[in-house]
């Protein structure tokens, strides 16, 4: 079975860039036909995605989020990051990473989810 974890800084400053990684075993990122995504739930909220990269390295992101989300991928080492830049308080979430079987973004659907990391955002 597929299996996800997530890793990265708990704390950001306003204006820095969140960097998170999650880590796969039990599968391929680039043999798995998968599509690698990153959905976030802020405090008292409902999830929200942000976007994918899927088995051949094409990537697709929220709108909400502008340009502010990149997600890229170390096959090397089985691993896709997310990258979040000029972050706000609003961006206080747990972030989760999973499998999404169809990339339509129906995070209902999706496969297989990480535990989950808490990013708070801090002055």
């Known amino acids: 079975q597929v299996q996800l974890q997530e890793s990265g800084p708990g704390l950001e400053k306003p204006s820095q860039t969140l960097s998170l990684t999650c880590t796969v075993s039990g599968g391929s990122i680039t043999t798995n036909y998968y599509y690698w995504s990153w959905i976030r739930q802020p405090p008292g909220k409902g999830l929200e995605w942000i976007g994918y990269?899927?088995?051949?390295?094409?990537?697709a992101y929220s709108p909400t989020l502008k340009s502010r989300p990149s997600i890229s991928r170390d096959t090397s080492k089985n691993q896709f990051t997310l990258q979040l830049s000029s972050v706000t308080p609003a961006d206080t979430a747990v972030y989760y990473c999973a499998t999404d079987p169809t990339g339509d973004s129906s995070y209902v659907n999706f496969g297989s989810w990480g535990q989950g990391t808490q990013v708070t955002v801090s002055s």
């Open positions: 990269i899927d088995y051949s390295g094409s990537t």
